[in-house]
């Protein structure tokens, strides 16, 4: 009987806690407040751990509370283990005994009923207890809990709801739940009515048993977050790191740490992510310069290939980490901004810093303003010089410690040029602390830029891969010597044998010239014209044979399926006959998601021959053992030095060809040309690259004429206005609110007033039954110079317009008549403005596009190139979100700013709505974009935690460098977000600034 005592005291018995003696007053329940804040200290102490044990999900706490009905059973055991005679006076306590207050007279009674059972009784109720199968996994305590649970004691039923204590079940819940045994020994039924009240009591107590039930396990299930001590050290060992390096450039110290003033953790994730286990002699000498150390503007300039822009990483790196401020990097075109942002969005999640977009539509103006972790900003000229001019204003300029720009060479180039000359002025003359860095592989004016920037200049001419030069005139082939007297010796005769058919189709010899590589190495041919590109492509397959046809076939076929996926069943046909060949034209006309499956197909090896214009060479990094340039030709206008550099520059890769070959194709006709080309505001214009090459640019006006005349043109668009002063040497100007506007969405000097008139003539009767007429406002004005209209297509969408969207034509002055004429070929004597005409027609498509989601059918209807509409969608969704700043500027503008915010997520988009989030994501585009969504991944949170491997299983075509990429990009922006939220909050507790102390208010009633 000891034995089976025992044996039952271990199944009741719970985990001991230190509690008061039983000699010691329990407290009441009024004292709750007080237990709960003990309790919640006692949690705090205690390490979280999970537990995933099935097998005991209580195993480590048997209850929730101290004085809950488990700690009174604890309790009451203890005292009966000391106290022997209190099983007696427990066996005569009555019902009323057992609904006692503070419930440790009844759970003494419990204890001693358990302890002195006889034993036939004892075994009958464990030989019951062991039949309960779905309890079986629980701890004894709550086996032995839900089993009193089902037989209430007799009379409970009569109680009052209050009395029963749904309100608190840790309390009375329990003490209703004695086994009906213990009590009815002492208590005889009142009469008939209690049997049908105790049935319905039963029933409600099986339903609270089953509500404590599943809260109790849910709780013990619950899993708790784990910190990983090997995290915890890694952290702790980056931060001391950190520490480190700060102290160290802040000294004279030639001790430059583990990694260049860096982490060693750098180093690691270089290795990791790169694969880069050691730097070039070149980039150890170039980090090691006095100029990079003293913080000085550096230029410097290597062959494409060398490794350029791993120096501009690990001086942003330095910036971010060790002087802790934020970095700007300009690069040149959107694709190169999301494959940066791709590639950097790993080491911010690693390292504690935020990369932050700034291309298209996307980028906050001003950037948020963050305390704790810095920020990347990775932009385009356009929106760099945007986030620049928003710092200026709000007077954060000096927080940018490091501005990095990418193809510095581009400073020369039309209009875009102009634009990352300004952006570069203004750092320099508004923040004297920020640091300017450029690079670039062909620069001809070194000298120019140097005084412009006040840098340093750093060149080499290293190259990881040998490149070799040649020229072919007629069937010779020369290579290029800058020793010989002419510049190039005789290399070889081309051994080709033609048909007079081929030599017809192929005077250039370009088959045998792609023959000779293809198809085991890879090959690029430079054309003049996007057309050229494609007849070239169909032109070379006609006369490969057909085993180029079996070399990586099934990969072939997969790039063909993905094609027709991402286009809704459409493929173009071109593509659909050169891809088998391992042949595909690749210019601006192709979609972003056909350029980029075509672009992973060649850096793969399925594809072996790229047909493409010249952007290629600019654009994203694809390598080839031999490059060909059609013609020297960049559409009609001769091919520049920079341009021929940066084409060439592609030969060779890095680690897997031991040399590169380009090869430029000559005609007699060609030969070699050669281009040459008030007082504060004077001295800011003096400091520009203008300035510096004023004695060559203007032959006959000073720089302040030029000046001058530009500020006439200023006031007279109302940009700005001039101060009356007495004396003329005196003349100052300010800007306007049309100035200013202008600025802050960075307007094209040229269209700002156009704008400005566009929108006053829309608020006098704007169009909102359909999206037409704010389209018609955020269509470039650029691109509608340069369109030319289909009329018969024209002509037709204007007939099906609604009469809402034809009132939207009237208000602009285009009637149906006047199309139709323009249809037919009559004669149109009444006047009509043509850049309205032609953009409208633009608008007609961007409004069809944003109704059909699909570029293939649109481009059918108008009769254009796909990649053009895709153009023509991007530009539109940038000048929407600068005509939104621009408006945010003006007061009377105030309808547009809401209406503007939807129309640029529409246009930036352009799908439907439940895949904006997904979209939001670097590298997702619309058909990843739909193939992530039917996975299950619908938001970005999903796509934050997500699986990199688990992608790859359940999305197809999705490679693990890309599913890596967007887990990456996703976390970026989460974090970015969340820190976003937990700024604004600390912002909103935190106490303002002008806050009247109590010294204050004293000082003012004295």
């Known amino acids: 009987m000891d ?25 009441e329940r009024a004292e709750e407040p007080g237990a709960g804040s003990r309790r919640r200290r006692t949690a705090e102490a205690q390490p979280l751990q999970s537990n995933d044990s099935d097998e005991d999900l209580f195993g480590d706490c048997d209850s929730f509370a101290e004085n809950s009905f488990l700690a009174q059973v604890d309790d009451a055991e203890r005292q009966c283990m000391q106290d022997p005679e209190r099983g007696a006076h427990a066996a005569g306590l009555g019902a009323e005994g057992l609904r006692g207050a503070g419930g440790a007279a009844a759970a003494g009674g419990f204890a001693d009923w358990e302890t002195d059972e006889p034993v036939s009784s004892r075994r009958r109720r464990e030989e019951a207890s062991a039949q309960r199968g779905p309890w079986d996994g629980l701890p004894s305590s709550q086996v032995l809990y839900f089993g009193n649970a089902e037989n209430p004691p007799a009379g409970a039923g009569d109680r009052r709801p209050e009395e029963r204590g749904w309100e608190a079940p840790s309390l009375d819940a329990p003490i209703e739940a004695f086994p009906r045994s213990s009590v009815e020994q002492h208590q005889q039924p009142d ?179 963050r305390r704790e972790k810095k920020s990347l900003y990775i932009a385009t000229i356009e929106k760099g010089h945007s986030l620049v001019n928003s710092l200026i204003e709000t ?189 595909a034209y690749h210019h601006s006309g192709l979609t972003s998601d056909e350029r980029r499956l075509l672009e992973e197909a060649y850096s793969t090896g399925a594809l072996c021959l790229f047909t493409c214009t010249s952007t290629l060479a600019a654009g994203v990094n694809l390598p080839a053992r031999r490059v060909i340039l059609r013609a020297p030709y960049v559409a009609k206008e001769f091919l520049k030095r920079s341009q021929y550099k940066q084409m060439i520059g592609r030969a060779g890769r890095a680690g897997i060809d031991s040399v590169g070959e380009s090869v430029l194709i000559l005609q007699e006709k060609d030969k070699q040309q050669i281009a040459t080309n008030l007082d504060d505001i004077c001295h800011f214009m003096g400091g520009t690259l203008f300035g510096v090459q004023q004695k060559i640019l203007l032959k006959e006006k000073s720089l302040r004429e030029i000046t001058v005349e530009w500020l006439r043109d200023l006031t007279e668009k109302g940009l700005l206005q001039k101060d009356v002063v007495d004396k003329p040497k005196d003349e100052s100007f300010h800007i306007t609110k049309l100035g200013r506007a202008s600025f802050k969405g960075t307007i094209d000097l040229a269209y700002c007033d156009i704008l400005y008139r566009d929108l006053k003539k829309g608020l006098e009767g704007l169009v909102l039954e359909s999206l037409l007429h704010l389209i018609y406002l955020t269509t470039p004005y650029d691109m509608a110079s340069q369109c030319v209209p289909d009329w018969m297509i024209y002509f037709r969408q204007f007939s099906q317009l609604s009469p ?87 007061e009377e503008f105030w309808v547009y700013r809401a209406l503007l915010v939807e129309l640029t997520k529409k246009l930036t988009y352009c799908v439907k709505a439940e895949l904006i989030p997904l979209m939001e994501v670097t590298g997702v585009l619309e058909g990843r974009a739909k193939q992530l969504y039917n996975a299950g991944y619908k938001s970005l949170i999903h796509l934050a935690n997500a699986n990199p491997e688990v992608l790859i299983r359940t999305v197809d075509h999705l490679s693990r460098r890309q599913a890596k990429q967007i887990v990456s990009s996703a976390k970026m922006l989460l974090h970015e977000k969340a820190e976003a939220l937990q700024e604004e909050v600390e912002e909103l507790l935190r106490p303002p600034s002008d806050f009247p102390s109590v010294e204050a208010s004293s000082t003012e009633k004295a």
């Open 191 to 369: 009469d008939a009515s209690s049997e049908a009240r105790r049935g319905s009591e039963e029933s409600r107590r099986k339903s609270l048993k089953e509500h404590l039930k599943s809260a109790m396990t849910g709780n013990a299930r619950a899993q708790t977050p784990v910190f990983s001590r090997t995290k915890q050290l890694k952290e702790t060992l980056l931060s001391e790191e950190i520490s480190v390096a700060q102290k160290t450039m802040e000294s004279s110290s030639d001790d430059l740490g583990p990694f260049y003033s860096l982490p060693s953790k750098v180093r690691d994730l270089y290795v990791q992510f790169k694969g880069i286990e050691k730097l070039y002699e070149w980039q150890h000498t170039c980090l090691t310069l006095n100029s990079v150390q003293e913080r000085k503007n550096l230029i410097y300039s290597l062959p494409t290939s060398g490794g350029k822009t791993l120096v501009a990483e690990i001086l942003m790196l330095q910036e971010l980490l060790c002087r802790r401020r934020d970095v700007l990097m300009i690069l040149p075109y959107v694709a190169i901004v999301q494959e940066k942002i791709s590639g950097l969005s790993s080491f911010g999640i690693e390292l504690g810093f935020f990369v932050e977009e700034y291309a298209g539509s996307k980028g906050k103006f001003p950037p948020i303003k």
């Open 804 to 890: 809402a969207e034809q009132n939207v034509a009237a208000l602009l002055g285009v009637s149906e008549n006047f199309i139709g004429k323009k249809a037919s070929g009559q004669a149109i004597k009444k006047k009509v403005d043509k850049d309205i005409v032609n953009r409208l027609y633009l608008s007609f498509v961007l409004y069809t596009l944003l109704k059909e989601t699909n570029i293939w059918s649109v481009s059918e209807k108008f009769n254009m190139p796909r990649g053009y509409i895709q153009s023509l969608l991007a530009g539109a969704a940038s000048f929407s979100s600068c005509v939104l700043h621009f408006c945010e500027e003006l």
């Open 3 to 27: 034995e089976g005592g025992s044996r039952l005291r271990r199944r009741v018995s719970v985990r001991k806690r230190a509690r008061p003696s039983p000699g010691e007053p329990r407290q």
């Open 395 to 583: 007077g954060r300029i000096g927080s940018l410690g490091l501005v990095v720009v990418d193809e510095l060479h581009m400073i020369g180039e039309g209009s875009r040029g102009a634009i990352l000359e300004m952006t570069l002025a203004k750092i320099l003359y508004t923040s004297k602390t920020t640091q300017i860095i450029g690079m670039s592989a062909t620069l001809n004016n070194v000298e120019d830029l140097q005084e412009f920037l006040q840098a340093e200049c750093y060149t080499s001419q290293f190259r990881p891969v040998e490149l070799k030069e040649y020229l072919k005139i007629n069937d010779a082939i020369y290579e290029v010597d800058n020793k010989a007297e002419n510049g190039m010796t005789f290399s070889r005769l081309l051994n080709c044998q033609y048909s007079d058919t081929l030599k017809k189709m192929d005077p250039d010899h370009l088959v045998a010239l792609v023959t000779e590589v293809i198809p085991n190495y890879s090959c690029l041919v430079f054309c003049p014209t996007k057309k050229n590109c494609e007849n070239v492509a169909e032109m070379i397959c006609k006369f490969l044979s057909k085993e180029y046809l079996k070399h990586r076939e099934k990969e072939k076929h997969e790039l063909i399926k993905n094609l027709k996926s991402i286009s809704g069943g459409n493929v173009c046909p071109i593509l659909k006959r050169t891809v088998p060949f391992g042949v």
